[in-house]
């Protein structure tokens, strides 16, 4: 991808989401964040604008995705996923506008103990869902949903997934590199940067990883 982007952000005013948008409008980026509390946006630049509504909404996809180069959600409500896949769902509407509108790039955060397509958690991460995190388990079936649509169905999208171990804010702890073997808790910070980085690495197209502090050998 180019260096300056026209980016549509699902989760703008989130916890990863904040970060993201500060991040992208300083790297000069153009940011349409959708956000059902723009309020809580705090970030003042003429590349922000920002649009009132949320995926639960019946937003106007083509209008949104109008001069955009890519897309980033990282939108996760665990109570609203313990009853339907809502995240799923709004994704099967999101990738057509896309081909309607020709926006080729898609970021999309998942949690780290959600399965990437065809494969099995560690053990250890599967002791975790089980037990610290099985409150979730909606958030990560519905992660995998999407995995598995994008897999199966949107190929010719230039999709990625970062499967996120998200532990809490605080100041950055280094950079994150895409693993497909292991993965670190990162910061809010951190990992909005990694997604930044990520949505511009054609590499990056048709993976769903995780993230680690170690860099690769």
Same mark, same amino acid.
């Given at each position: ?12 005013? *989130? ?7 500060? #991040?992208? $409008?300083?790297a000069g980026h153009h940011v349409r964040a959708v ?8 970030a003042a630049d003429d590349e922000l604008e920002v ?9 106007? #996809? %083509?209008? $949104?995705?109008?001069? =955009? ?15 339907? #896949? =809502?995240?799923?769902?709004? =994704?099967?509407? #999101? ?7 020709? &926006? ?12 990437a397509p065809d494969k099995r958690l560690s053990p250890?991460?599967? $002791? =975790? ?10 958030? /990560? ?7 598995? !649509? ?11 997934? /970062?499967?996120? *171990?998200?532990? @809490? %804010? *605080? ?9 497909? &073997?292991?993965?670190?808790? +990162? &910061? ?9 980085? &990520?949505?511009?690495? %054609?590499?990056?197209? /048709?993976?769903?990883? +995780? @993230?680690? !502090?170690?860099?690769?050998?």
């Open positions: 991808m180019t260096t300056r982007q026209s980016l549509l952000v699902f989760g703008a005013t *989130g916890q990863t989401g904040q970060h993201f948008t500060r #991040l992208a $409008l300083a956000a059902r509390t723009p309020e809580k946006l705090q649009v009132r509504g949320s995926i639960g909404d019946d937003l106007d #996809l %083509d209008a $949104l995705l109008d001069g =955009v180069d890519g897309v980033v959600m990282m939108v996760g409500d665990a109570a609203a996923q313990r009853e339907r #896949l =809502v995240n799923t769902e709004f =994704v099967r509407s #999101l990738v057509p506008a896309m081909r309607r509108s020709r &926006t080729r790039r898609f970021l999309y955060q998942a949690g780290g103990l959600s399965a250890v991460l599967r $002791l =975790v869902r089980s037990t610290i995190a099985r409150g979730y388990i909606g958030q /990560h079936a519905d992660n995998e949903a999407v995995m598995r !649509y994008l897999d199966r169905e949107a190929r010719d999208v230039e999709w990625m997934v /970062h499967r996120a *171990g998200i532990g @809490s %804010d *605080g100041p950055s702890k280094g950079e994150l590199h895409r693993s497909s &073997t292991s993965m670190s808790i +990162g &910061t809010f910070v951190d990992c909005a940067a990694y997604n930044l980085r &990520t949505l511009l690495d %054609d590499s990056a197209v /048709h993976t769903c990883d +995780g @993230s680690t !502090y170690r860099a690769p050998r």
